[in-house]
């Protein structure tokens, strides 16, 4: 049996390119449909109201693309409307958060020294820090485990500038990571779709043996967990990907091949009006 439907996968903008990245390694066969809302990107910095009626609204536009899963790469939209997007949702909804927090919990556990439990650091947008979504969701698999939250916001654009590893990006990592570093945290999530591609820096301001967990492999697995057998597309066929997006220009084509790590291939620009 095999469902030819493609599974959908919807960030603000094109940081999620690294999760249908990592879906496409794990489920080559697949064919991924995954939707930017540039035009109203970023979602990091609006109130939480906005973030929701955005993230409906946009999911709304691939359902009616017949996909057959929904990937909630965002981490501010899956910390603020997940329980909103699985509402309306009749097919399989998957976030990055409860991944990305497992992943956390995992690498925590195994690098705590013996009898202690050191904290956990969630680096976010200001959005998906006010939510606490990622704290909740590595208290529920660890309770009382401590998990500080810092809002690194300049580092969106400075991703999408292309300035991850220069002295603007070392000096913002280390004003926004100080208390971080001091904290003796020893895992740190990278809780923003743009935050890897600063892993380098971000390394760098913290101190060494330091883990920086990035949701894309662990949500991948679980969108491979959350379409069961029948779900999946023949295993003999190869996946297509087509990206839409809101709005097109040549910066988001640079930017978009930034997270691909290669020049992005057809941008086609939709209307969610
Ligand atoms: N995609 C957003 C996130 O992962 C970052 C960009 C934005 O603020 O919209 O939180």
């Known amino acids: 049996m095999s469902d030819p439907r493609p599974i959908g996968l919807f960030d603000s903008g094109v940081g999620g390119l690294t999760v249908l990245e990592a879906v496409a390694r794990r489920m080559p066969f697949e064919d991924l449909l995954y939707l930017g809302d540039t035009a109203r990107l ?6 939480p109201e906005t973030v ?3 993230a409906r609204r946009a999911i709304g536009f691939l359902l009616a693309q017949d996909v057959k899963a929904v990937v909630v790469a965002c981490n501010t ?3 603020l409307a997940l329980d909103a ?11 990055v958060v409860a991944p990305g927090a497992e992943a956390a919990v995992a690498a925590a556990r195994a690098s705590d020294p013996a009898g202690q439990r050191v904290p956990i650091a969630v680096l976010a947008t200001e959005a998906t820090v006010v939510s606490d979504a990622y704290g909740h969701a590595i208290r529920a698999l660890d309770p009382g485990r401590d998990v500080t939250h810092t809002a690194c916001p300049l580092f969106v654009p400075l991703a999408e500038e292309g300035w991850t590893e220069n002295e603007v990006a070392r000096a913002a990592a280390a004003l926004y990571l100080a208390d971080v570093a001091r904290s003796g945290a020893r895992v740190v999530v990278l809780g923003c779709t743009h935050y890897p591609l600063l892993a380098g820096t971000i390394a760098g301001a913290l101190p060494k043996g330091t883990v920086l967990v990035d949701s894309a492999e662990t949500a991948a697995r679980a969108v491979e967990a959350a379409l069961p057998l029948a ?3 023949g ?6 990907t087509r990206l839409l997006v809101t709005d097109a220009s040549d910066r988001l084509r ?19 009006l």
Not at 235 to 240: C, D, F, I, L, V
Not at 254 to 272: I, S
């Open 52 to 54: 929701r009626r955005y």
């Open 85 to 95: 997007i699985e509402e309306m949702s009749p097919v399989p909804v998957v976030g």
């Open 254 to 272: 640079r930017v978009a091949g930034r997270f691909l790590g290669r020049p992005a291939a057809d941008l086609t620009l939709v209307d969610l």
């Open 231 to 233: 779900f999946r597309r």
């Open 235 to 240: 295993e003999a066929s190869h996946g297509s």
């Open 42 to 47: 970023p979602y990091g910095t609006k109130s």
């Open 77 to 79: 939209a899956s910390a």
